[in-house]
């Protein structure tokens, strides 16, 4: 049997996997106790080490969660796949073949279990000199441009999403969780250059950052990088992610290069093969390995601890 994670439906065919109410990802049911969907504050810990914490990684998602039951023996076939096929196409032909975005997420940050899941050989935290960034040699021709006013959700249980004159904004809507969108397979990085332009519109704090995700799966937050800035502390940092997990590759590191407050950054990633070098207002600050990224992923926006943080100019270029 499966059930509805948001209205509570259930369903006796485990062949379906959308609701038919709401649309929602249907889990199977179980005879446990439901997993809660918020958790507990963190313990009170230094902050500025990544977050890690495996017995704290509930992820939660606008299209519900999916714990990891086992799979069943297969039942008949259902035709509930012909109204979600109907349902797809409607909403394809509504949006024009445009942007359909992907949103993912609040996952809750404890502060003090890094070494739970990473281990020193995953870390890679070289750095580099600053030097200039070859973005000012590129022309219209060559950038492609992802228009963000198709991101604006009406309405997300775990973030806001809105549109000031040129500027899209997003905010997780609770401390210590964070938000996520990523675009379709349409925008692909993989072997490309990627930038965005950011501001912390509020001058908040945020002990999670905000910045580029890229290398993404069309999935969010399942295999991807984030490369972060703290703008009020003048920091960044440099994660990726697995299912239900926050992995630290560079732990925040204080730089000059960034404009502190709620002045305007560009951060940047360039893709080079083997390694991807990050910038920060046209200095590079950082070089990671590229061990981890999903071929041919996709850019995407991160805003962390209810921050709102505009963006615009999300540009992809070789």
Known sequence: MKI?????????D????FCLEDGAILTFASSDPPETVMMSQPRPTDPSTPFASPQNQGIQSSFGNQPAYSMPPAKKSSKAWLWI???????????????????????????????????????ITSTASPSPSPFTSTTDADVENVDLSFWVKDFSVWGTTEMSGDEFQMAAKQKGYYYV???????????????????????ADSSLGYGLIFHSAPTPLTKDYAFLIDTKRKRYR????????EVSMVSWTN????????????IEAH??????DLYINGQMVTSIKDQFGHPKGVPGLYSGDG???????LEIWK
């Open 4 to 12: 509805c994670p948001t209205c509570r439906k259930t369903y006796a």
């Open 14 to 17: 485990d062949n379906l996997n």
């Open 85 to 123: 096929v109907g349902i797809v196409g409607i909403l394809l032909l509504l949006c024009g073949g445009g942007f359909v975005g992907l949103v993912l997420i609040g996952m809750q940050a404890n502060q003090n279990t890094e070494s739970n899941t990473v281990s020193s050989t995953n870390k």
């Open 181 to 203: 969108l990523v675009a379709p397979e349409d925008y692909t990085t993989d072997g490309k250059n990627t930038r965005v332009t950011l501001r912390n519109v509020n001058n």
């Open 238 to 245: 440099v994660v990726r992610h697995e299912p239900s997990k």
């Open 255 to 266: 730089s000059s290069a960034i404009k502190e407050g709620a002045q305007e950054n560009v």
């Open 271 to 276: 893709d080079k093969g083997d390694s991807i």
């Open 307 to 313: 921050a709102k943080i505009g963006f615009k100019k």
